[in-house]
């Protein structure tokens, strides 16, 4: 099946700093990227929704301004963390979009771990 | 607005033991509805995917059933196994253009 990779696996960084994670679509173009994120022992919770060229969707309460998405490619999108803080230490995992209707699959990253100190 | 439910959320049982976790939806229509497993730090694996218009899907010692009507869906897991261990979500689609809306999950632990 297709791949999607993320990059970093894991990232530990101070308060204040801005951080980027990486989601690609190894061998398939996603028109549609996702990103959750996952507390421990809690579901994923949608952050927002990013098509190729155009401005995410953020669900509400998450901070476009903290929270900055980039859709740059139909095989690449970055998720960048500015100033984080504690609180933002998390599971971030990206999700991609392919093909349309029933033949529509989504496919999971394998997910960042991000520490904020 | 669709919200997904799952109970319990944590189970164990011994090794060998057939067993079914179970997943409820408020909103019956769904387009989609999909179990995946969650292993400890680690990203999602899909396991199985039961479109709106069917009533169950398997794969190997896995089937999953979709019940509209009462807005429930269950994974029959048979046979456990020590690897089955895992968290196992199940999550919803609303229509080809909406999200998927994940349950909390259960974390299953199988005793050898």
């Known amino acids: 099946g297709a791949v999607v990779s993320q990059h970093p696996s894991w990232v530990i960084c101070k308060s204040g700093t801005s951080v980027k994670i990486e989601c690609r679509s190894l061998?398939?173009?996603?028109?549609?990227m996702f990103w959750y994120r996952q507390f421990p022992k809690q579901s994923l919770m949608l952050m927002a929704t990013?098509?190729?060229?155009?401005?995410?969707?953020?669900e509400q309460g998450v901070e476009k301004d903290k929270f900055l998405i980039n859709h740059a490619s139909l095989t690449l999108s970055t998720l960048t963390v500015t100033s984080a803080h504690p609180e933002d230490s998390s599971f971030y995992i990206c999700?991609?979009?392919?093909?349309?209707?029933?033949?529509?699959?989504?496919?999971f990253g394998p997910g960042t771990r991000l520490l904020v100190l | 607005k669709q919200e997904v439910t799952q109970i319990p959320a944590a189970l164990s049982v011994p090794e060998g033991e057939n067993l079914v976790l179970n997943c409820s939806f408020t909103?019956?229509?769904?387009?989609?509805l999909q179990w995946f497993r969650q292993d400890p730090g680690k990203g999602l694996t899909s396991l199985l995917l039961?479109?709106?218009?069917?009533r169950e899907q398997t794969s190997g010692r896995l089937n999953a059933s979709l019940d509209k009507s009462s807005g429930r869906s269950t994974l029959y897991i048979a046979a456990s196994q020590p690897g089955d261990s895992a968290t196992y979500l199940c999550?919803?689609?609303?229509?080809?253009?909406?999200?998927?809306?994940f349950g909390s999950g259960t974390r299953l632990s199988i005793r050898p």
């Open positions: 039961i479109q709106s218009s069917q």
């Open positions: 909103d019956s229509a769904i387009y989609n």
């Open positions: 061998d398939f173009q996603a028109t549609t």
């Open positions: 999550a919803s689609r609303g229509s080809s253009a909406s999200k998927i809306i």
């Open positions: 999700s991609a979009r392919e093909g349309t209707g029933f033949q529509e699959t989504q496919y």
């Open positions: 990013s098509n190729e060229g155009s401005k995410a969707t953020y």
